[in-house]
């Protein structure tokens, strides 16, 4: 017995929306059940460092990146270490990273603008052109000192202690643009 032409299009439609939901239940469990381990640097400065929150930004549906806060005691604390980890879902130039990063900066009002320029100058040494899966991680030290690393090469240092907690602004500041990474980060 054949269905209807309507009853054969909606039945598709429903096949269709069951394997999507699917799809991003079991892409959803998997990306919150992995971590990549963090630099082995990293993980000497801060013993005890742990995941503690992770969030997607998704532009239009795309991913754009996954990002993990991790933490070394029981809760995020601006002073305490703890390092940002982010895996881009696309290739994106560093002049773009650090553009946004800045733009994001300056919409929070964090520095001057001879602040934002100093912070963009260490930014371009910092951040390289990234690819889909690369992991790109910022450490804040409890010294003031930033260290970042592309998969799991140092590309450098800052050590300007004003610096990380404007990065971390980006993703943590409490009017960050970027709210749902933000809750998702600090579990709220």
């Given at each position: ?45 801060a013993p ?10 998704t532009w ?67 951040i390289p ?60």
């Amino acid at each position: 017995m054949r269905l209807p032409m309507g009853s054969r299009v909606q039945a598709r439609a429903a096949s269709i929306r069951l394997a999507t939901v699917l799809l991003v239940l079991i892409s959803a469990a998997y990306a919150s059940a992995s971590h990549r381990p963090l630099p082995p640097p990293v993980v000497s400065k801060a013993p005890g460092i742990h995941p503690f929150g992770k969030g997607r930004h998704t532009w239009w549906g795309v991913r754009m990146y996954d990002a993990t806060l991790w933490i070394v005691g029981p809760q995020w604390s601006a002073t305490a270490p703890h390092a940002l980890d982010i895996e881009p879902g696309r290739a994106v130039p560093s002049d773009t990273l650090v553009t946004n990063a800045i733009a994001e900066m300056r919409d929070l009002k964090l520095g001057d603008e001879r602040q934002l320029a100093t912070w963009r100058a260490e930014l371009k040494k910092l951040i390289p052109n990234v690819q889909q899966g690369d992991q790109v991680v910022i450490f804040c030290s409890d010294s003031g000192r930033t260290l970042s690393y592309l998969n799991n090469s140092s590309t450098g240092a800052v050590d300007d202690p004003s610096f990380c907690p404007a990065i971390m602004s980006v993703w943590l500041h409490p009017q960050t643009k970027h709210q749902a990474v933000r809750k998702s980060l600090l579990r709220q």
